[in-house]
């Protein structure tokens, strides 16, 4: 049998962000001039998101004197940002991400009706902290999981991990077909986010946000509920260009993102031949594209000739939650997998994109709780 994925779940810190307000945070801060705060509001505008999910709760609270996630304070007084070191911006990663991790595991599980002892592989993926042992130890005491499970780490490949995550733990159920897989994609990009009129931060700070997806993958027959997605096959391409304009990298103050304007023209003018050479003429009936950003989807979409309501998956999820790198395209997924308007043997071509410029591509089919 092929591997498929059993269930998603999801989960996002209880703080949540009207865009609209963290915009004009970020435009009241000290030392901008005219340009940055016309850049911050045209950046946060044009974002086509409306609310994003943070584990910093001082920027969802107006009030001086909130305390910091952890014990570090992102914000101080008369509401200015701060600039914590990577270490302590680590520190509260280390703090609250299993514990996210977690309720997406437990989501997943429940979902897919699992008990944690069927588990036998643990595959996490992260590209906003470090910490050992890590989130995939974690995942193993806070689920209940066997000490024996086989733990993988993927780390700091950037937002188009999460779909290699899945082609491993496709490939392990071919080489062990028992073998019952949980992966979990967990971030908290905004702990990476800095004041600063450079119009890459800029752009950083008005798409990213945090959040947890987990999914149950396995071949074997008769684990969990029926149906689910089919992981048919998958690709990786390399664009000719592109090694510079996305660029993740860890600095005194944080992890520091270089996200160019060039980077949706790179992916409008390769994404044609990349996803024909991995498609073969295949026509999907549905989309799951990694909403990287509002352009990168405008792009997709015309570099692909698709209709409009192609994307919509993609740009509901960007709507809602933000860019919350690796984790997006997984509730993507889930979308789908519970959009009743997807039939049945549906196919779905899922897109991601991380630095390099690399596209990651996947091919799944839907299959219903009675096939």
Same mark, same amino acid.
């Given at each position: 049998m092929a591997a498929r994925i059993v269930s998603i779940g999801t989960a996002v810190p209880s703080a949540a962000v009207e865009q609209t307000r963290i915009r004009d945070f970020f435009a009241a801060q000290p030392g901008l001039d005219r340009l940055a705060r016309r850049l911050i509001g045209a950046s946060f505008d044009s974002a086509a998101i409306d609310r994003r999910h943070t584990v910093l709760t001082q920027l969802a609270d107006a009030a001086d004197g909130?305390?910091?996630?952890?014990?570090?304070?992102?914000v101080g007084a008369d509401r200015v940002l701060l600039s914590p070191t990577t270490g302590a911006r680590n520190d509260v990663y280390a703090a609250l991400a299993p514990g996210l991790s977690a309720e997406a595991g437990r989501a997943a599980l429940q979902e897919a009706e699992v008990e944690a002892s069927a588990i036998t592989h643990v595959v996490t993926v992260s590209c906003t902290g470090f910490f050992a042992p890590g989130p995939d130890y974690r995942l193993v005491r806070d689920l209940g999981l066997s000490p024996a499970?086989?733990?993988?780490n993927i780390g700091f490949m950037g937002c188009a991990a999460a779909l290699p995550a899945l082609r491993l733990a496709s490939r392990i159920t071919v080489a062990q077909p028992d073998a019952v897989v949980l992966v979990v994609c967990t971030e908290l990009c905004t702990l990476h986010i800095t004041g600063s009129s450079d119009s890459q931060q800029i752009v950083a700070s008005s798409v990213f946000a945090d959040g947890s997806a987990a999914a149950v993958v396995t071949a074997r027959d008769g684990v969990g509920r029926a149906g689910g997605l089919e992981l048919e096959r998958f690709a990786t391409t390399l664009t000719t260009e592109g090694e510079s304009d996305m660029v993740w990298t860890i600095g005194d103050r944080g992890f520091e993102m270089v996200l160019s304007a060039e980077v949706p023209r790179i992916i409008g003018r390769e994404i044609r031949g990349?996803?024909?050479?991995?498609?073969?003429?295949?026509?999907?009936?549905?989309?799951?594209?990694?909403?990287?950003?509002?352009?990168?989807?405008?792009?997709?979409?015309?570099?692909?000739?698709? #209709?409009?309501?192609?994307?919509?998956?993609?740009?509901?999820?960007?709507? #809602?939650?933000?860019n919350m790198s690796s984790a997006t395209i997984l509730f993507i997924l889930r979308s789908l997998l519970h959009d009743a308007g997807v039939a049945?043997? #549906?196919?779905?071509? #899922?897109?991601?994109?991380?630095?390099?410029?690399?596209?990651?591509?996947?091919?799944?089919?839907?299959?219903?709780?009675?096939?």
């Open positions: 909130v305390p910091g996630p952890a014990g570090v304070d992102f499970v086989e733990r993988y990349a996803v024909d050479g991995f498609l073969s003429g295949q026509a999907p009936d549905a989309w799951a594209v990694h909403p990287g950003g509002r352009s990168i989807l405008d792009r997709v979409e015309t570099g692909l000739d698709l #209709a409009p309501e192609a994307m919509q998956p993609s740009r509901d999820v960007l709507s #809602a939650y933000g049945d043997g #549906a196919a779905i071509a #899922a897109l991601a994109f991380g630095p390099g410029l690399t596209v990651e591509s996947a091919l799944v089919t839907k299959r219903g709780a009675g096939a």
